[in-house]
């Protein structure tokens, strides 16, 4: 008998002798735990299921791939569709089919093959110095790169993932070469080195170094929480640009399921539950991101950024293009 029939075995003695036995789930997170507690306070009050999360920053992918069928993980809970793809690259993943995620999650925020699920979106947006920008003044992408804005944009590096992702879509947009020509010209109007996150280029626009950032939307909703970072905050209004032939740049935070997954029916359970009206606002909410699943209302302060045009490149291009991102940020020393 190996170890799962045995604590399978064990599991069925336990549910005839009390039927409320304890299930559980594994969460490994690169997101902070705070942020996803109150998601799972909702699901372990409405299953009886714990969860258990550890909150791995880096090596994620690694330490899956060395566990191998031994971790202890079911589910990874991880922004940026770079993430998600490496992740199912490195065949640490395994597919899921669930109608109840089907009919949640629309096609394009999740892997066709069910390897991965986007659960939040966010839009890289431009924040604007409410004094030295003027409205009208941030149209697409593609101007970031205008003369006009010589020595007035700071933005975190180049080869972060976040950047790679935008870098990514300008090449799947107009090809490697334009977007070669825009990286070069996006770091002659740089005001300073990329250095330091998207909160620090907003902190920079506060102290007058530059006019305009690039960042995340959520972001505005976590300085505004932060007693010292909310006159940096206040200090910039959030743009969203658009490509010249598409929309606002999108990502998503998302989960998948290990292909180890020790408590695989529990796990799916807190998958579905994850893309339900309740956790997709309690989720979106807690971020200030977007709720995926279509009908579910934003939160008061992220509506209030306005509406916008998402751009419809799919997802798993945008990963794929990421290597040709990175040699281009590399080619033109764009953190140099
Ligand atoms: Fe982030």
Redesign the pocket.
Known sequence: MNARSLLLGTALLAALAAPAVAEEVNIYSSRQPELIQPLIDAFTAKTGIEVNIAHIDKGMVERLASEGDRSPADLVLT?DIARLAQLVDAGVTQPVQSAVLEANIPAEFRDPGGQWFGLTSRARIVYASKERVADGEVTTYEDLTNPKWKGRICTRPGTHD?NLGLMAAMILHHGEDAARDWAAGLKANLAKKPEGN?RAQVKSIWAGECDISLG?T??MGAMLADPEQAQWANSVRIVFPTFENGGTHMNVSGVAMTRAAPHREAALKLMEFLSSDEAQRIYAETNHEFPVKPGVPRSELVASWGEFTPDNLNLMDVAHARPAALKIMEEVDFDG
């Open positions: 922004v976040y998207d995340n959520y972001y």
